[in-house]
């Protein structure tokens, strides 16, 4: 009795559970890899599969048309669809050179255009020569491994790399492999010859798809926007006229403020993409601390300045750049250029302001906008001054550098000051010629 009911089950029920798992609509994640692979598209990359990662998704599936990028981008992205459980399909439509090639052999299929390639995938640097031989063995070993991990023939694999390894009735000796569409169907590393996102999911069996174009979010864009090369060098110049312009006020006020807010809206961008290290923004605080030490501790301006300006200005360079610890090998010299120019364009520009801006800075519309220019009278009822005007024609000595806020000590008390603008070492002979605000306005004797 019970292997007649197990017969029928067999039969007639479980095909009618397979006949219905298969008319379930399979949703897929539509990615695109069509630039140079850098930490941007490292960065998207993995939005892509953490978004793909979620339970909606049945398969994704990746649109590739690049000349490749930088090796440690290309291996981050390709340990991260080995790691993959979904299952991840690219589609060549034209182009899968170089680390394009990496990132396509670690997908569980491969499916290329009519007229696609894929290889060539010897390291270059920056500048397109040939980078050395130590990066030609790592891409060469990332190549091998991969291939053997998705069953696809690995000598194939680094002699897309390596010129110099040959493969009987494929590649000669001096020539890397290039596969044509049908040249790389013929030796495992096309699956079909397809022309279309949906002609995939038909020869994979799937009738009802439904395709869901990743797309990066909101934040995203404001993060691209910020990475723009014109908006950073902005972003400098607030940088270091915020600094300058506290320097010349006493408290903390909206200047220090503006200036910590662009250096947050320039930092964040690029450590969010890969492209600023630790070290760097590390580099570029210790040079504003150096500077910090020569301005309000050591008297002049000398070697701990000038370290400090060539730290802080020099890290602000190599956070735009996608370097390994010094290393520029593989920074393009565009971008090394573009980057260079940018801070030095802001750091011309902050220095023209303060040549012939800095005076007249008050009496522009935009400062007046947000400056009181009603005068309080203490008649009014008012309390503008922190000091009593008994103190006004008072001589005393400076009790810190004045710069041109500071301190200044009358009668064994200290007092909060400022110069006109000029520059006061410390234990200098002062007189007070005026009281404002919250401060003492003096000057050398």
């Known amino acids: 009795m019970y292997s007649n009911i197990l017969k029928v089950f067999v039969l007639f029920i479980f095909p009618l559970f397979n006949i219905i798992a298969d008319?379930?609509?399979?949703?897929?994640?539509?990615?695109?890899?069509?630039?140079?692979?850098?930490?941007?598209?490292?960065?998207y990359s993995k939005l892509l599969l953490d978004e793909a990662s979620k339970d909606?998704?049945?398969?994704?599936?990746?649109?590739?048309?690049?000349?490749?990028?930088?090796?440690?981008?290309?291996?981050?992205?390709?340990?991260?669809?080995?790691?993959?459980?979904?299952?991840?399909?690219?589609?060549?439509?034209?182009?899968?050179?170089?680390?394009?090639?990496?990132?396509?052999?670690?997908?569980?299929?491969?499916?290329?255009?009519?007229?696609?390639?894929?290889?060539?995938?010897?390291?270059?640097?920056?500048?397109?020569?040939?980078?050395?031989d130590k990066y030609q063995s790592y891409m060469r070993s990332i190549m091998r491994s991969t291939a053997e991990a998705k069953g696809r023939d690995p000598k194939i694999a680094e002699a897309m790399v390596d010129e110099d390894i040959s493969v009987d009735s494929i590649s000669m000796e001096g020539k890397v492999i290039t596969f044509s569409t049908k040249e790389a169907m013929k030796f495992g590393f096309c699956d079909a010859e397809l022309n279309?996102?949906?002609?995939?999911?038909?020869?994979?069996?799937?009738?009802?798809?439904?395709?869901v174009p990743f797309e990066l979010g909101p934040a995203e864009g404001i993060i691209s926007f910020f990475l723009n090369p014109i908006v950073s060098s902005i972003l400098i110049l607030l940088i270091l006229g915020g600094l300058y312009f506290e320097l010349?006020?006493?408290?903390?006020?909206?200047?220090?403020?503006?200036?910590?807010?662009?250096?947050?809206?320039?930092?964040v961008p690029y450590y969010l993409n890969g492209v600023a290290e630790n070290w760097e923004i590390i580099l570029f605080f210790a040079g504003v601390i150096l500077i910090v030490i020569e301005v309000?501790?050591?008297?002049?301006?000398?070697?701990?300045?000038?370290?400090?300006?060539?730290?802080?200005?020099?890290?602000?360079?190599?956070?735009?750049?996608?370097?390994?610890?010094?290393?520029?090998?593989?920074?393009?010299?565009?971008?090394?250029?573009?980057?260079?120019?940018?801070v030095l364009i802001s750091v011309?520009?902050?220095?023209?302001?303060?040549?012939?801006?800095?005076?007249?800075?008050?009496?522009?519309?935009?400062?007046?906008?947000?400056?009181?220019?009603?005068?309080?009278?203490?008649?009014?009822?008012?309390?503008?001054?922190?000091?009593?005007?008994?103190?006004?024609?008072?001589?005393?000595?400076?009790?810190?550098?004045?710069?041109?806020?500071?301190?200044?000590?009358?009668?064994?008390?200290?007092?909060?000051?400022?110069?006109?603008?000029e520059f006061i070492e410390k234990n200098k002979n002062i007189i007070v010629i005026n009281n404002e605000g919250s401060s003492l306005k003096v000057k050398e004797v």
Do not use: H
Not at 196 to 211: A, H, M, P, T
């Open 23 to 43: 008319n379930d609509e399979k949703k897929i994640l539509l990615g695109k890899i069509d630039d140079n692979i850098d930490p941007r598209t490292n960065r």
């Open 248 to 267: 010349q006020t006493p408290g903390i006020g909206f200047p220090i403020i503006a200036s910590i807010t662009a250096l947050i809206l320039y930092l």
């Open 56 to 132: 909606e998704y049945d398969i994704v599936v990746i649109e590739m048309d690049t000349y490749g990028g930088a090796v440690n981008d290309a291996d981050d992205i390709r340990t991260r669809i080995l790691d993959f459980e979904k299952p991840i399909y690219v589609w060549i439509n034209k182009d899968a050179a170089s680390a394009g090639a990496l990132i396509s052999i670690a997908c569980d299929s491969i499916y290329m255009s009519s007229g696609a390639s894929i290889g060539a995938a010897t390291v270059v640097t920056g500048d397109g020569a040939q980078a050395p």
């Open 296 to 342: 309000f501790i050591i008297p002049g301006f000398g070697v701990f300045g000038v370290l400090g300006l060539f730290t802080s200005i020099g890290s602000l360079i190599l956070i735009m750049l996608n370097n390994d610890m010094f290393d520029f090998t593989f920074v393009l010299s565009k971008d090394l250029v573009s980057s260079s120019l940018s």
């Open 196 to 211: 279309s996102v949906e002609e995939i999911l038909e020869r994979q069996g799937i009738e009802k798809f439904d395709i």
């Open 348 to 421: 011309l520009s902050f220095l023209l302001l303060i040549i012939f801006g800095g005076v007249k800075i008050t009496d522009t519309k935009a400062f007046k906008r947000i400056a009181l220019e009603e005068t309080q009278d203490t008649s009014k009822g008012f309390i503008s001054q922190k000091y009593s005007n008994d103190l006004v024609g008072k001589k005393g000595k400076s009790f810190s550098v004045l710069r041109p806020s500071g301190k200044i000590i009358l009668s064994d008390k200290v007092y909060d000051a400022s110069t006109s603008g």
